[in-house]
Structure formats: structure tokens, C-alpha cells
């Protein structure tokens, strides 16, 4: 009885050795990824990219009220790779940055290596810092409103349009329609007083002159190194540069490592379409007949 009793306990501990043996590893990997948390000192930053043309505003804005909110995050790169979009969606996404680093401050940096034109860079100039690689296009700042013109094709192929309306410029853009002197007057005021927006905004961040704007405010775009002499800029340079600016910006240690937080980014229809990723309650062929009925009506600040 004895000698079974003895054996039982021989045979648990064996069980007990091996039990302990097996967990060893994973206690050791988890005290490994605990402690090296701890000395590594890592430090979160958020990474919103914007690498598309700018047809909506409301899932960047959801991801920039997040990093700010998140007190774990020290600062905000956004890596711009973007050749502009709708006026109104870039201009509300500077005016989220710039709304929430007045509540939440922290340091917001821009990186682009190709591309930060026209809605682009609208909403670069929000940030503390712009960092562009040296033959990056830069700028196209201005804004215009088109339309198709197809009063004259439809009249040839006998295709009657008619149409009700009420208000006089209400009809000013469909492209069956007539022209005038006064309605192209309408639309010109329209344009210019989203590029008086546009270039004030621009003025005011980058300290520049605005009675000087017919240099950098005329719709040309400039390498990056081009955009550095204008004041576009502040610096010439990529990644490398990009961190240690946020690291200085955000008083985080040269030795801390940086843990990127990713923002959502929109699905492929969505970016195409511009629509937000909550709502999908409409199909996309309602989506692309509701853009395709409201692109006349957009005001656009991009590079073509």
C-alpha cells in the first residue's frame, strides 16, 4: 500500500516537472515582452495615411479625434501621398487638426515622399512640421469648379432637355444648359472665394505673405525643394527625419523606440466612391449616381 502511495506521488511529481517545464517558455516570453516594454521605453504614435483623393472627411476625422483623445499617443504623423479632392472635405480636415490640438495638444507632423497637392496639402498645413523628400510635388494651391457642356451634343443627336427651376442660379452648372456673362461671373466668385479660404489658411500657417501669394498661391506645384524655398515646407528629407522631428516635438527620448498606431483605413469602394465605411445602408450604384449628380456642384483644389 505503501509502495503505491509512494509510486502515485513519484508519478505526479513527474507530471507536476513536466507541466512546469512546458509552461517555462511562455512564462519566460511573457515576462520577456512584460519587462521589455518597460525598458524599451516605447512611445505611441498615431499614423493616419492620406494616400488617396480627399472625397470625404468623416473617416479621417473619426481616426484624428481618436489619436487625440488617446493620452497614450505623444504626437501624430500624417504621411500625405495625395493629390487633393473636395475643397469642403479638405478644408474640414484641417479644421478638425486644428480644432483638436487647441483642446488636446500635441504635435502633429506631416511626411510626403511624392505627393501633397493641392486638398493635400490644404490639410498639411495643419500640422506643427511638413517634411518632403527633395523631388516631391508640393503645392497646387487653387481651386476650380467644372462642368460638361453637352447642350450642343444633345441637340445634335435631337435629345430634348427640359427642366423647372426655381431660382435663378440654380440651373447655373447642369451641362444642358445655357451660359451667360452673369452666370460665369456666379461661378467665378464661387471659386474665388474657396481659394480666398484656401490661401489665408495657408498664409496664416505657414507665416507667409499673403499679398505675395501670386508666387505660391497660383496653382503651380513645386519639388519639394522648390516648396522649401517658398516657405511650403520645412524640411527636406524622409522617414529618418519624419522620427526624429516627432521625437523632438514630443520630448520623447532619443533611445525610445516608436510604436505605430494605425488608423483605419477606408475600404477600396469607399475610397473611390467617398463614401464613410459606417453607413452602408446605400448600394454602390446609388453611391456613384449620387457623386456623379453633385460633381458639378463640388468646388475641387487638386493637381490634374
Known sequence: MATKRSLTSYLTIIFMV??????????????????????????????????????????????????????????????????????GSSQSIFNEIMSYKKD???????????????????????????IASPSAIVGSIGSYIGTLKLKDFAEHWKVKYQIKQSGKYKTALNPFGESSPEIEKFVQEVTDDV????????AARRKLILKDADKWANGKFFTGKQALALGLVDELGSEYNTIKKIKELALIEKDKEIEWVHAKQPSL????????????????????????????????????
Do not use: W
Not at 37 to 44: A, E, F, V
Not at 195 to 202: C, G, I, M
Not at 277 to 292: A, E, M, P
Open 104 to 130: 488636446y495638444p500635441k504635435p502633429v507632423v506631416v511626411m510626403t515622399n511624392d505627393l501633397c497637392a493641392s486638398g493635400g496639402y490644404y490639410i498639411a498645413c495643419a500640422a506643427d512640421y511638413i
Open 195 to 202: 481659394y480666398n479660404q484656401f490661401t489665408n489658411d495657408v
Open 269 to 304: 469602394y469607399n475610397k473611390i466612391l467617398g463614401k464613410e465605411d459606417d453607413n452602408g445602408s446605400l448600394s454602390i450604384t446609388s453611391l456613384l449616381v449620387s457623386k456623379i449628380m453633385h460633381f458639378p456642384f463640388m468646388a475641387f483644389t487638386q493637381i490634374d
Open 18 to 87: 513536466i507541466v512546469i517545464i512546458q509552461a517555462i517558455p511562455f512564462t519566460i516570453k511573457f515576462i520577456k515582452s512584460y519587462y521589455d516594454d518597460i525598458l524599451q521605453l516605447k512611445t505611441k504614435v498615431g499614423l493616419i495615411k492620406i494616400d488617396q483623393p480627399v472625397m470625404e472627411a468623416g473617416s479621417y476625422s473619426k481616426s484624428i479625434k481618436k489619436f487625440f483623445h488617446d493620452k497614450e499617443i505623444k504626437a501624430i504623423l500624417l504621411h500625405i501621398e495625395c493629390p487633393g479632392g473636395a475643397a
